[in-house]
Nanobody, 119 residues
Framework: QLQLVESGGGLVQPGGFLRLSCTAS????????TGWFRQAPGKEREGVSC????????NYADSVKGRFTISRDNGKNTVYLQMNSLRPEDTAVYYC????????????WGQGTQVTVSA
């Protein structure tokens, strides 16, 4: 079965940190650029970050630049999102997504992991 599985979400106080993981099963993730999207209640899904197949190129939404870092370990078939200095407005369900390039359509979606930033 081809799937992406996210983990690492949870409840954290403002200013805190979390690290999300996205692991592929049934396929090799390093064939794909991989990114993170998020969707807050009542809002549209938005792109957060993406990393190229090699890991040599990354991009970030303006709202997370300087706070979030995306990385990948192709040996572990996993992509990570390190989230620091978290804010209440970062609260959302975070989804992992694999695609040919960061600008192309998504081939595989994960099931999502909840991140809640609250005091």
């Amino acid at each position: 079965q081809l799937q992406l599985v996210e983990s690492g979400g949870g409840l954290v106080q403002p200013g805190g940190f979390l690290r999300l993981s996205c692991t592929a099963s049934g396929f090799t993730l390093d064939y794909y650029a991989t990114g993170w999207f998020r969707q807050a209640p009542g809002k549209e899904r938005e792109g957060v970050s993406c990393i190229s197949r090699s890991g040599g190129s990354t991009n970030y939404a303006d709202s997370v630049k300087g706070r979030f870092t995306i990385s990948r370990d192709n040996g572990k078939n996993t992509v990570y999102l390190q989230m620091n200095s978290l804010r209440p407005e970062d609260t959302a369900v975070y989804y992992c997504a694999a695609r040919v390039h960061c600008s192309s359509s998504v081939h595989y979606w994960g099931q999502g992991t909840q991140v809640t930033v609250s005091a």
